[in-house]
């Protein structure tokens, strides 16, 4: 059988993580815990120890073909030395705070990472927010132009699919079955087969196949110190987890043909006119240099949880101070403070861009997929693609800044380099508590 197998060379641990729940009667607090994303891990030779995956690259003896490489290769475990000292992830005992870092070396280099809330030892946590309020602590104090500590939610199954693909063995337990609205080619294994077809090299440690993932998100927080958005991305898969391939996966020139809003609709301070309201100290409304809770509130058109999504809203609590988003200040967009179909698509006319929010499902489309039920993701990261301008600088960098929805951030278009990032601030890390 082709399959995507499990290592027995480490045993694989879960760090604990706490989620409260919450209603006007007060707050009850449940133990859940994380894993780790697969394309992260250590992929080596069923039963042995021969690298499957070296560098950026398959090794051809067990990956002549996906089938073959499936059954020839193995995920293996992360054990609790591992999360700290090979990825650089901490958890207190209590869950109620995770640290993840940005580079970390043992006998390797390790930059970034990306985790899930499992709600069982096989299966995510299904997050169902319509008619909720979402609440997370953060501190982006140590997070540089260019970095992006990321927390969001995608519509990944359950079982990682396991059900649907008896080939993936490893399932939920072994953080498989990602998917974002990138419908990201660089997934290792997609539906439990590896995706070696096609497989080109793209960094020290990543390359894209011939497949994508693609479903839907909601960004609830990229940042770093000096700029945050909060993004909403539809995607026509309604089926959550879909598996693409060619102008599906909407890369390069097919962008606006792909299956997903690789754009979204974002709702970034900055970028709508409003320059003082985040960044690093008090002159700023909310001040990064310090933590503080994000609340987003996702509002139904009848206030109940079957009700078709409206509107997202976002408020701030730091000092004990609650401090609501303050109005666009962009002319044409100046009646705005959150996300909705009618600020989507007004901010979408005045900025030039095309609004794929609109054609892929709308704000109803997104709420049907938090209907659905999405997994929840933490991770941080750095941008090989486009330095993460889009979020903190001018961007595209070809467009003169006086263009409105150019400006992003107070970040210089000269920083957000991978290399120097990882070279100069090493010890970057973000911190996401009391979920």
């Not at 600020?343 to 609109?358: E, L, Y």
């Amino acid at each position: 059988v082709s399959a995507q197998q499990v290592g027995t060379q480490k045993t694989e641990t879960h760090l604990p993580v706490s989620l409260s729940t919450c209603d006007k009667g007060g707050c009850s607090k449940e133990a859940k815990s994380i894993t780790l994303d697969a394309n992260w891990r250590w992929v080596h030779n069923v039963g042995g120890y021969t690298n499957c995956y070296t560098g950026s690259e398959w090794d051809k003896n067990f990956c002549p073909d996906p089938k073959t490489c499936s059954e020839s290769c193995a995920l293996d475990g992360v054990d609790e030395q591992t999360w700290t000292n090979t990825y650089g992830i901490k958890s207190e005992q209590s869950g109620d705070s995770l640290e993840l870092g940005f580079v970390t070396q043992s006998q390797g280099k390790n930059v970034g990472s990306r985790v899930y809330m499992l709600d069982s030892e096989n299966s995510y946590q299904m997050f169902k927010l319509k008619n909720r309020e979402f609440t997370f602590d953060v501190d982006v104090s140590k997070l540089e132009c260019g970095l992006n500590g990321a927390l969001y939610f995608v519509e990944m199954k359950q079982d990682a699919g396991q059900s649907e693909f008896s080939a993936n063995k490893a399932g939920a337990k072994y953080g498989t079955g990602y998917c974002d609205a990138q419908c990201p080619r660089d997934v290792k294994f997609i539906n439990g087969e590896a995706n070696v077809e096609d497989w080109t090299p793209s960094g020290a440690s990543t390359g894209t196949g011939k497949y994508g993932a693609c479903c839907t998100e909601m960004d609830i927080w990229e940042s770093n110190k000096q700029a945050t958005a909060y993004t909403g991305h539809t995607c026509n898969a309604p089926n959550g987890h879909t598996r693409c391939e060619g102008k599906d996966c909407g890369d390069g020139s097919q962008r606006e043909d792909g299956l997903c809003d690789k754009d979204g609709c974002d709702f970034n301070s900055f970028r709508v006119g409003d320059t003082t309201f985040f960044g690093p100290s008090s002159k700023y409304a909310i001040d990064s240099s310090k933590p503080f809770s994000v609340v987003t509130q996702f509002i139904t058109a009848d206030g109940s949880d079957e009700g078709d999504l409206v509107d997202i809203r976002r408020k701030y609590v730091q000092n004990g101070k609650v401090i609501s988003l303050r109005n666009a200040t962009t002319p044409g967009l100046q009646k705005f403070d959150s996300l909705s179909d009618k600020f989507c698509s007004a901010q979408k006319t005045i900025f030039g861009d095309p609004n794929r929010f609109q054609t892929q499902g709308d704000m109803k489309g997104l709420g049907d997929a938090l209907g659905r039920g999405m997994v929840l993701v933490m991770s941080i990261w750095d941008d090989h693609a486009a330095n993460m301008l889009w979020l903190d600088s001018a961007y595209p960098t070809t467009a003169p800044t006086s263009k409105p929805g150019v400006l992003r951030g107070a970040c210089a278009t000269t920083s957000g380099d991978p290399d120097t990032l990882e070279r100069e601030y090493p010890g970057a890390s973000v911190k996401y508590m009391n979920i």
